[in-house]
């Protein structure tokens, strides 16, 4: 089992930064894949950006590559998300995932641990 715990979130204006956090607890929480996904008001929860347990591999949707950078430290068990050039669009909850297995992938129904969410709001 693995229990994740979001932070950072928050209200930004267009063009800032803000840099997510996920707490990652439980047995050897290093060998999941991890991703960040967002759920915007009555919109599907999308993927935003995914990366493997070692954390040589990543991968970005479309709409957020070169903006946003996935990282993590397994010694630490925190898996980031920093996002740079924040856009209106890029408002959402963002919540950290966990997949069994060490590949990225980008379907949610791929992800077994969920976070609870943090409210990412950016102002135009």
């Known amino acids: 089992q693995v229990q994740l715990v979001e932070a950072g979130g928050g209200l930004v204006q267009a063009g800032g930064s803000l840099r997510l956090s996920c707490a990652a607890s439980?047995?050897?929480?290093?060998?999941?894949?991890m991703g960040w996904f967002r759920q915007a008001p009555g919109k599907e929860r999308e993927f935003v950006a995914a990366?493997?347990?070692?954390?040589?591999?990543?991968y970005y949707a479309d709409s957020v590559k070169g903006r946003f950078t996935i990282s993590r430290d397994n010694a630490k068990n925190m898996v980031y998300l920093q996002m740079n050039s924040l856009k209106p669009e890029d408002t959402a909850v963002y919540y950290c995932?966990?997949?069994?297995?060490?590949?990225?992938?980008?379907?949610?129904?791929?992800?077994?641990?969920w976070g609870q969410g943090t409210q990412v709001t950016v102002s135009s």
């Open positions: 439980g047995r050897t929480s290093s060998r999941y894949a």
């Open positions: 995932a966990g997949r069994d297995g060490s590949g990225i992938r980008t379907s949610r129904y791929e992800y077994k641990y």
């Open positions: 990366i493997s347990s070692s954390g040589g591999n990543t």
